[in-house]
């Protein structure tokens, strides 16, 4: 069926815009199809925050979840059963992905659950904040380990599946402070910078496999822990953001999901920032 558009000029100049309506049903199932059907994910670090959005945007556009937690094994409990009632099937592991050898027990049990492994998204990481001149070795060490050798433990123990099945798509979460530093946070920017080189180097050595690895640093996101801080100190922050309200783990979210589905089929190597503009 064609449809007869006439533009709104005057008679002599008049052009008519002819669409062929016969593919709008078709283009309608590709904007609401599920982009991640069938996909594998590995999440870790997801029990709440910005790893429990991404899993539950994830299974909504129809990835299997394989997700991992550190200690609150109700809150895992209870994740993955949410999940599984989306349809998808959804597993929790405990596992410190700072560890080595945990790491890659974590892949070999995901594959013997989910047959393969197609996305990885390198979520775990924690703050120990303090000024430099107060900061002690343990606690520098500690988040270095947690944000930045989990990942490299993380995708050293997957890109064996993913470089035999030629594909896949690697996510590390970084920050906006490791862009621009922070004082009070030079353990959490020395791990979140190293992140993103460590990214832009993955990027470079298995892209000619087809393996994508980007990265995305999400500016103030509001979560459990902000909601422990006070409201006008939350406020501030949020008024110093050009779009003037903090993120959500959903908006995060859905960058990752760009990121790891088709769309992105093109971009590796990058650096996301979804911070309302904070950086601009």
Not at 94 to 120: C, M, P, R, W
Request: net charge neutral.
């Amino acid at each position: 069926m064609l449809l007869k558009l006439r533009i709104g000029l005057p008679p002599l100049q008049a052009n008519i815009a002819i669409f062929d309506t016969s593919n709008i049903p078709k283009l309608t199932n590709q904007l609401s199809m599920k982009i991640l059907e069938g996909k594998v994910a590995i999440i870790t670090g997801a029990s709440r925050g910005i790893g429990k959005g991404i899993a539950e945007v994830f299974a909504k556009h129809g990835a299997n979840v394989a997700f991992t937690y550190s200690s609150s094994a109700a809150s895992a409990q209870e994740l993955e059963n949410q999940l599984n009632a989306m349809g998808i099937k959804s597993k929790g592991y405990q596992s410190n992905a700072a560890d080595y050898e945990q790491a890659h027990k974590l892949i070999d049990d995901v594959l013997a659950d989910f047959g393969t492994i197609d996305i990885l998204i390198n979520n775990a990481g924690i703050t120990k904040d303090n000024l430099l001149m107060r900061m002690g070795e343990e606690d520098f060490d500690q988040v270095i380990d947690v944000n930045l050798k989990s990942v490299f433990n993380m995708t050293k123990a997957v890109q064996k599946t993913m470089l035999k099945n030629r594909a896949g798509s690697i996510i590390n979460m970084s920050s906006v402070v490791g862009v621009k530093g922070n004082a009070g946070q030079t353990n959490y920017a020395a791990s979140k910078a190293g992140v993103i080189g460590f990214t832009k180097s993955v990027a470079l050595e298995l892209g000619s496999r087809n393996i994508r690895c980007n990265a995305i640093a999400p500016g103030f996101i509001e979560t459990e822990m902000t909601g422990k801080l006070n409201e006008d100190v939350v406020q501030g922050w949020r008024e110093s953001i050009p779009l003037k309200r903090g993120g959500t783990p959903e908006d995060v979210a859905n960058a990752c999901l760009f990121l790891a589905s088709d769309l992105s089929a093109y971009v590796t190597g990058q650096v996301m920032n979804v911070d309302g503009g904070m950086l601009t």
